[in-house]
């Protein structure tokens, strides 16, 4: 699945900082196992795109916030 994050437009938030570009999804599963997947930055800096990620809907007991 691709999963996207967008910052909302005009409020000056940006992803990370120049010296710290580490961007990241972390996926916890429901027997508490990281996944951390990473992600690319667009070009104007709003919107962090992951490609390939489990986010483990089909198992029992997993909850989307």
Same mark, same amino acid.
């Given at each position: 699945?691709?999963?996207?994050?967008?910052?909302?437009?005009?409020?000056?938030?940006?992803? =990370?900082?120049?010296?710290?570009?580490?961007?990241? &999804?972390?996926?916890? /599963? %429901?027997?508490? *196992? @990281?996944?951390?997947?990473? =992600?690319?930055?667009?070009?104007?800096?709003?919107? &962090?795109?992951?490609? /390939? %990620?489990?986010? *483990? @809907?089909?198992?029992?007991?997993?909850?989307?916030?």
């Amino acid at each position: 699945m691709s999963v996207r994050a967008a910052l909302p437009e005009g409020r000056g938030l940006q992803f =990370g900082t120049a010296a710290l570009a580490d961007y990241q &999804l972390t996926v916890q /599963d %429901v027997s508490g *196992h @990281l996944t951390r997947c990473p =992600g690319s930055l667009s070009e104007d800096g709003t919107t &962090l795109s992951f490609a /390939d %990620v489990d986010l *483990h @809907l089909h198992l029992p007991g997993t909850m989307l916030l």
